[in-house]
């Protein structure tokens, strides 16, 4: 009887240890997962079938960045999926399946691919129009749903053959996205109610036959991934800068006097060098408090790329600061308001074409960077110095959280009992001296 109560107890035990480990992995996935300043941010996957062939089908696939300030940058997306059964892409516009894969039992014409898990990547603009789909290729781009939403989605079509004893075919398995590294996890592809397809310029309306719907989104956890950025700041009141954090992206190599480092925030990347600093971040984002106004306050937004050999194209800093919730002017960056229920404002920022979307790679000669200046509109209620109300609450650097100085590192106010009332007292025995001796010289 003792025997069979240990056995239960230590079975309970456990049971209890998986469930707790369970919940714990769960809440740190969906905390992860879960952006509050873009809460219905996803990659949409929509896979449409729109015509029925003699042995198979033809299907439109789109992707769309529903993501507000992530964007998907060079070298691309890369989708992939597993067929349900014996499926091959027979032809395909718009876009590129990386493998052709075993096609030994085809005599004559060959399918495009006949890999059981084919990998698509997107073609680039200058292809040739044979090869075109309608609203397709950027070389795997993908913009800000916030910064360019016409820009923000893609599609393909292609031609599926050999469905088997399954003639309206069945969803793909196993969807991934590569956008263009990993970090992202896609949801099964579902079926839904059928897309509207326009055709005849507009003018006439058609339901697809079949479709099915996953959503991808993006986890650092995931992506496995070391910061990649990092905030400094500073104002015109006090002498002393706020730097990043030490080691915010990783620890400098242990030679001191090399001016050059491997980057850890970028495992994909090959040319990961970045000048040698105590934060070894490739990017640093430093905000300036440099006037104070009767109504407004001014701020210099800096973004340093310390990377060697990586330049940024079209990137974007987010911001969450009280004053984004009055009225803001930036002078070198476009901005927009994110509108979210949040009391304090988020604003978003990005290059202005033709001038400065393309944020620069250093040298040792030379530090590459953007920067603006923007106005912010006072609330009188609320408004104060003091009490790190002066910065950010949060920075994202194209979507990546950056690491922020801790709150009792921020730059503070002069101590007002030390530093403002002595001079006022000297001031005031300077002129009551001055007061004396004139009315001592009339006397006399």
Aim: charged letters at 15%; one cysteine or more.
């Amino acid at each position: 009887m003792f025997m069979v109560l240990v056995v239960h107890l230590q079975l309970s035990c456990v049971l209890l240890n998986f469930i707790l480990l369970l919940i714990l992995v769960v809440l740190c996935t969906l905390s992860d997962c879960y952006d509050p300043l873009d809460p219905n941010g996803n990659i949409s996957i929509t896979f449409d079938i729109y015509q029925r062939t003699q042995d198979g089908y033809l299907a439109r696939v789109t992707l769309e960045n529903y993501y507000q300030y992530r964007h998907v940058d060079k070298p691309g997306w890369q989708l992939g999926w597993q067929w349900a059964n014996d499926e091959v892409i027979w032809s395909i516009k718009g876009a590129v399946a990386t493998d052709q894969g075993n096609c030994s039992s085809y005599t004559s014409q060959l399918p495009h691919s006949c890999k059981k898990d084919p990998l698509i990547v997107d073609l680039p603009a200058d292809v040739s129009p044979e090869s075109r789909s309608e609203h397709c290729c950027n070389g795997g781009i993908l913009s800000a749903r916030a910064i360019d939403p016409f820009s923000s989605l893609t599609l393909f079509e292609l031609e599926v053959r050999n469905l088997g004893q399954y003639p309206l075919g069945q969803a793909p398995n196993n969807l991934t996205l590569l956008a263009p590294g990993p970090g992202y996890t896609c949801s099964p592809l579902l079926q839904t109610d059928p897309t509207v397809i326009s055709s005849f310029n507009g003018q006439r309306q058609v339901p697809a036959l079949r479709t099915w719907k996953s959503a991808c989104t993006y986890s650092n956890f995931m992506a496995n991934k070391s910061p990649i950025c990092c905030v400094s700041l500073s104002t015109f009141y006090n002498p002393m800068i706020t730097p990043c954090p030490d080691c915010s992206c990783g620890c400098s190599e242990a030679d001191k006097a090399s001016k050059s480092c491997i980057s850890l925030g970028n495992p994909l990347s090959e040319e990961n060098i970045i000048a040698c600093t105590k934060h070894m971040c490739p990017i640093r984002v430093h905000w300036h408090v440099k006037n104070n106004y009767v109504t407004h306050w001014r701020v210099k937004l800096t973004i340093s790329n310390y990377n060697y050999r990586s330049n940024y194209s079209n990137w974007n800093v987010l911001l969450q600061h009280p004053a984004f919730s009055q009225n803001a002017t930036s002078y070198s960056f476009n901005t927009a308001k994110l509108p979210l229920d949040f009391q304090d404002g988020v604003s978003l920022f990005w290059g202005i074409d033709y001038y400065n979307t393309e944020l620069v790679h250093s040298d040792k000669d030379q530090q590459g960077f953007v920067s603006t200046e923007i106005l912010l509109e006072k609330d009188p209620k609320s408004f104060t110095l003091s009490n790190g109300w002066a910065f950010p609450r949060r920075v994202y650097f194209n979507g990546e959280n950056c690491e922020m100085p801790l709150p009792d590192t921020f730059p503070m106010l002069p101590n007002h009992t030390n530093t403002l009332r002595p001079p006022n007292i000297l001031l005031l025995i300077i002129s009551l001296f001055c007061f004396w001796t004139q009315a001592s010289f009339h006397f006399q």
